[in-house]
């Protein structure tokens, strides 16, 4: 039955877009859906190649409707659909859309994973729905052959092919890309396969059919560089992995990285070949592991703060070191990523790095607000970022606020007597029982407590080697709890004749937490440093509920690889965080890596930057007097221990360790 | 008297532009024109620093309008014009626009100098009128400061001027230009000028005021690279010169190049790497030659025939050898200047290659076109653009038709047995008297005629090395008209008895020019390769004529450097051009590189080749039957010289040859 010699016409309804319209006999499923606006994804254009098309039809009577819908109103499969059920697989009941001929009514099912912008399954940080939608989209397209009364060019075929073939109009192509293209227009029996970027430039041809568009989304940390390489067609994170900035020898925190910049005139630049050596060869490594080429990398979105962002573009970070704090650029900054010397990407791949919101609030903070989604809510939440800097935003759809507050580098165990970086060996969980002035503590890389009896032949190699930040907090919550602290965060000398944990040395405390070797104590010098740290957050979060004119905050959300480790009850004991209840309290892992990873994905995301960088009202902690007052009246502890509303719990707290002691044993057995 | 307490509006009228309106006290000159649309010039700003804005006062009364017109309407001479007129001079009765303030009724005279889009000069090869609009402008701007209450970004505060002080909204940065921005903008009070490309994009930015913005048109011939450095601002050629395309090596011909490039895996990249380099230091030498920098150099625009284009954008040329003679591209492409490895402009400048028509009809083409205007006339014209390969273009407003003609390098003095190009020391004025058939003639290099009793003389230190292309020309004309030829190109062998300046040697005979040494003669060999030259020409240009429907032509433009040296009575004698009344007959020059230049100089013009590109309807000589019937047909002379209605001229030709010989006479005495 050859499909043009049928004249009747045929009623389709497509689920879950209702919407429906007919169609005469022989238009196939995928031209159906086109015509009425349905979302059914497509990169071959309807060649029976790349299977993203599939669909299957609802059976039965549709009375209401008028329609009596059956599989066998859609013409038999054709050979491009018998080819793809071979060689890729297809479910009994499955069609391809861009196959499947119309023949009789329907109701056509459009399965999840065939809708172009599907929505993307939500990872550890997103606390908010995303639609896949990526900036670059693939196309495969069959420019006809030259022909000498016609003789066309190749770059004119192939915009004509993306005209026709999918409605591309107006598309331009990067010069660079027309070497190749004339090779790849010799062998035209097979076509090419076009990434074009914001449906307006083509950024890569390759021959024949590819179904394969990666894209990038790193977060570059003072402290830590963390990337995820995802699949641009699926929203698929293929992998991740994190490694620490190699800037990090020229000094932890940012000032010192500015300071070097100002004392050696090469100071930038070598800073600038440093991090992008490291982002470039971190991205090969995810590549490598997920059997990609740098040619499937079509797109990175780097976030980071302000110095950060300046030295991966190559700009002097000394302005931002300053009053007042002139950033080169504020607005999003888009370009390819060879001309930064990036070599793991397709050479014609772009990068995104989306707007500052001043010079002390980056990108990184507006990717965290993104993938928290605190602007889309009621809540009156406050999103603390703590690295070596904390990023910290409070509001909600209304009105949001935001400041940076120079912690240092003790909240990441640096500066710290016996600090060290989260990783094996570091003490992380600390209790002390305040009777006996005890410890406990939990060490990375094992998940038993220290007073558990397998301990030591647990941890005989894993040498107990520091205590790293959300471990030092712990402890020193501790301290406090058990009265080994005051108020004012003095270690109480009285209590070395009460414990040899209490130590004096000439005039100086300190708390003994591990014989070793090596000794781990938290000494009265650590608690200044943590209180350093914690009153500059204190005070940020204190100024930005008082410009929002609000005494109390609906949520917490901590963000960042420390926020994700510490434990919300201790963080308030200490004043670093208001008052909340617990369960108001959540730690979100790497949110800027998350944003990122958004903004790779869906377009409107980007815009959704461009508009909180617009929209978020900064706060400059480092010219706000009452900065400085609310930072020296929070260097104390807030509340007598006795007093504290959530005291009463923290005897059950033990719970959780427990069940993993269980669970390891389990595993041991 | 404070501008700002005068209520009083006045009326103004700018002339010639005819606009008039009504403005209060205090508004500047500059101002008042903007307001009206009135095209007022200017870099600065209104800064009094680049003197674009100079105006006069018309004095007396206009009483139709109702003003009474004096200078002393104005208000006096400011500090900045003071300065201005002290440091760069200006005429006693111009003031500064954008420094005078109205405060009285005026009649204001914008002289010609001080319209932005004034009227060009017109030079050798336009024909047709130019306005001064370059894609590159110039503005001086005053960026605020950065101030800590509102730290807007360098990049930010820089667009912001730009919309503030010239009203250009929505305008890009290169992101390759934030690092010299950053350290310019430190520096406030100077100001930057900054160069914006098509009043969309920053190209450049300079620290304090500038007012130098250069450009280069390039015309790549097979032959030869022509180069022209020009003024943006004022339009002025600054410097212009040509040199040998040193891809010569690989054969004269643009087939020999294809040849090699299909033969050598490099070919191409080395063809490509050579024209780069020659170009990139032809242009670096006019700059040096205009004491001008590289950073001075904002824009290029390169012609070519579509091999010379495809060999300098690095595109592999092979497929326009041979059916369908696809290109790679054939619309306008524009990329940025260091992506090509040259080194002769700033970093940010772009350059802008026109579209071509076909794979054998290239920009040189459109520009000549473009220059010669015959897109805008209604006289049906004959454009051959001479050169290793003829383009033939041939219509009017209403129709245009192009061809590419395989005249091989014999026009150019190659592959002649005596032939060499056309420099010192080469033969490019022959006459043959009729009746002793004795020659006479002139070198390139001396102004006298070789039968001058002071040509040896004056030859002395100018060996005659050969003969150049039109020297042929005029050569085998002159044999044919004084019969030493047939009509079918035979060189009569009987001639040998009457005159021993026909010679034979076994079975082909020769004409001697020049006893030598080096003895210089035109072999029966080089008279075929003429015959074989002009009859491409002829066939094309007879192709042509039938499918626009003409019989004739109104007129003959000759191009290209043979072009302008031709002897047009004996090209016509010869048959290599349609007869047309004599005067009709214009040699141009280098078209190709004046439409070049005029796409350098105005915006439109780059418009106008698009459209000419889609307009012009190409025929291609290679596969049309017809083509090669005619050329058959036209390999002998088309009439016995007897009956050439131009030949009654020829005697008292010349005229001109004595003329010169005066003058220079005249210099020796």
Known sequence: MSSSSDRRSFLVLFQPAGKRGRFPAGVTVLDAARALGVDLDSICGGRGLCGRCQITTAEGSFAKLGIESASHHLEPETEAERRFRQRRGLAAERRLGCQARICGDLVIEVPTESQLHRPLVRKEADRRPVVLDPVVTLHHVMPE????????????????????????????????????????????????????????????????????????????????????????????????????NPQI????????????????????????????????????????????????????VVVGNPIMHHLFLGLDPTPLGAAPFTPAVEGAVEM?????????????ARVHLPPLVAGHVGADCLAAVLAAGIHLGEEITLLVDVGTNAEIVLGNRERLLACSSPTGPALEGAQISCGQRATAGAIERVRIDPETLEPRFRVIGCPLWSDDPDFPAATAALPISGICGSGVIEAIAEMYLAGILGAD?????????????VCLEGRTAAYRLHPGPPEIRITQEDVRAIQLAKAALHAGAELLMERLGVDHVDRVLLAGAFGSHIDPLRAMVLGMIPDCPLERVDS?????????????????????LAALAARIEKIETAIEPR???????????????????????????????????????????
């Open 145 to 244: 052959p030259p022909r000498l009364e016609r003789p066309r060019a190749d770059r004119e075929r192939l915009l004509d092919a993306l005209a026709a073939e999918w409605g591309l109009a107006g598309v331009d192509l990067d010069p660079a890309l027309l070497p190749s293209l004339q090779k790849l227009l010799r062998q035209p029996e097979e076509g090419v396969t076009v990434a074009v970027r914001n449906g307006a430039t083509v950024v890569q041809i390759r021959p024949g059919f590819r179904d394969r568009a990666l894209g990038v989304a790193v977060d570059v940390g003072s402290t830590t560089i963390a990337a995820q390489l995802c699949d641009l067609l699926s929203g698929e994170v293929l992998a991740a992995d994190g490694e620490v």
């Open 489 to 501: 965060g003095r270690i109480d000398p009285a209590l070395a004749a009460r414990s040899p944990r």
């Open 249 to 300: 020898r020229f000094g932890e925190d940012l000032m010192s990285r500015v300071s070097y910049a100002l004392v050696h005139e090469d100071g930038a630049a070598r800073m600038t070949a440093l991090v992008r050596e490291a982002v470039d060869g971190l991205v090969a490594r995810l590549a490598s592991e997920a059997d990609a080429a740098p040619d499937d990398i079509l797109e990175w």
């Open 588 to 608: 979100i892992g790497n949110a800027a890596g998350a944003g990122a990873r958004i903004a790779l994905l869906n377009r409107a995301a980007r815009r959704e």
């Open 336 to 348: 390819r990523l060879v001309e930064l010397g990036i070599r793991a990407a397709a050479p014609g």
């Open 627 to 669: 900065f400085q007052e609310r930072f020296v009246a929070a260097l104390g502890f807030p509340r007598a221990p006795a007093r504290h509303p959530h005291l009463a719990r923290r005897v059950t707290l033990p719970a959780a360790p427990r069940q993993e002691r269980r669970r390891s044993r389990r595993r041991r057995a």
